[in-house]
């Protein structure tokens, strides 16, 4: 279930990328930027301002979703049926789904396209979501087609997930860039819904093999927003660093491991209001650039490869 195809990602990764965007997540982080990729199934997104009331969306939904009465449009969630009828239907892009279903053969056919872009930069095809896991066979299938057509691949990952599906994808991806969002199980349950001990074993065990990692805090306020808790993660980091650094990678020269610092911003607001979910950081304010590099002063501390993204 692909939500979105995004060509030209500059974040996501090494060079010039086209980002595949896969729908279901297992975590509820209440910042989301990605709501529309939290649960695996479609679903209908509403714009009011773009309505031009033409009423085509009336008759094309057969559960009475769409009322129009007096040239305004009322839109009725709780009958939707995500068949999509209605999108289909509308003129002006006010309905639009979220998730289709795609196979391998037309991910890749789309992604193909952008090969001399990847070519001239270094870049690739990155799996992102959501979290890509969800569907780790989907996943594993789409990594090995993107390798057999010699592309460059990365994985965005909440770390969330068995690790033996984590660790099945391992064989065909080039780059994991993966969460790192609190130490402290209490804090990351209170902000994600769930404790964080898979994805802490998850990381020490991306960690012990060979493949190059960026570990990412996204840098919310009240969350994880203190230099003691940059401390802290920055400190896991290190020690998986170390830790590589005396493995070896498994016999084979080791790929870096850098860390990442997210800026929190709120540009997903439109996004929930066109799925009528309550934004649930719409007051959050996000750290100014000076807070931003005195937290960046603290991860480089710890001797981190540390960078600021956003």
């Not at 090494?14 to 939290?38: M, S, Y």
């Not at 984590?166 to 080039?174: F, I, N, Q, Y």
């Not at 570990?215 to 170390?242: H, Q």
């Amino acid at each position: 279930m692909v939500f979105h195809i995004q060509r030209f990602s500059l974040h996501d990764g090494p060079g010039i990328r086209t980002t595949v965007f896969l729908k279901g997540c297992a975590l509820d982080c209440f910042w989301c930027h990605n709501p529309e990729g939290q649960h695996v199934y479609p679903e209908l997104r509403f714009f009011p301002s773009r309505c031009i009331a033409c009423g085509s969306c009336v008759g094309a939904c057969p559960r009475g979703a769409h009322q129009l009465d007096r040239g305004v449009h009322t839109f009725n969630r709780e009958r939707c049926d995500g068949t999509g009828a209605c999108a289909a239907s509308c003129y002006s892009g006010a309905l639009q789904m979220e998730g289709r279903h795609m196979n391998i053969a037309e991910v890749i056919d789309e992604v193909i396209v952008d090969r001399p872009f990847y070519e001239s930069s270094g870049g690739g095809v990155t799996l992102s979501g959501g979290e890509p896991t969800f569907d780790s066979a989907f996943a594993l299938a789409l990594l090995r087609a993107c390798k057999e057509q010699g592309l460059h691949t990365a994985v965005e990952t909440c770390g969330e997930c068995p690790s033996e599906s984590l660790a099945s994808l391992l064989p065909v991806t080039d780059l994991f860039m993966m969460d790192i969002k609190a130490i402290s199980q209490e804090t990351h349950r209170h902000a994600t819904g769930k404790g964080n001990s898979r994805i802490l074993a998850n990381a020490r065990m991306l960690a012990a093999t060979g493949v190059p990692i960026v570990f990412r805090t996204p840098v919310v306020r009240g969350v994880n927003d203190t230099k003691e808790e940059i401390s802290r993660i920055a400190t896991f980091v290190r020690e998986l660093a170390s830790l590589r650094d005396l493995r070896g990678g498994n016999g084979s020269a080791p790929g870096k491991i850098r860390y990442e610092l997210l800026t929190f911003h709120r540009l997903a607001s439109d996004k929930y209001r066109s799925l009528g979910r309550p934004n649930r950081a719409a007051s959050l304010d996000w750290l100014s650039g000076g807070e931003m590099q005195t937290l960046l002063r603290v991860a480089k501390s710890a001797g981190l490869d540390a960078r600021i993204i956003g």
